[in-house]
């Protein structure tokens, strides 16, 4: 799997610690050699927006057109009370997915509150 990089996640990397840096590695090392398989982190596409979001169809609508998914990176650390795969973190990777041969990293950050990349993120 090839990895890609919008321009706002290169800027955001390097401000992110060593251990956060380390992990967007790892994640990305395990991508490139086994692809989405056997990742200990949940991920999943981003259209699960709260029933009670004031825009949560157009917010569903974006994560759609946008191929959005996340992956929870394991930072600060994963809540392991789940099955390997589906553990979860406070911090998430977003991501586009429009093949199955590469993806592009286009932000990360804490939730909750989940938000959902804005359209300069993706470039």
Known sequence: MKIYYS???LVKIKSLTNTEQKLIGD???SLQKNGFTGLPGRNKAST??????ANRIKLIQFAIANCLYHYHIGYKSYDTSK????????????????????????AYGAHPPFKLPKNADLV
């Open 7 to 9: 321009q706002s996640f």
């Open 27 to 29: 994640f990305v090392t």
């Open 48 to 53: 699960g927006v709260s029933k009670n979001h």
């Open 83 to 106: 099955k390997f795969g589906d553990w979860t973190s406070e911090y998430v990777v977003h991501y586009t997915n429009k093949d199955n041969d590469s993806i592009k990293l286009v």
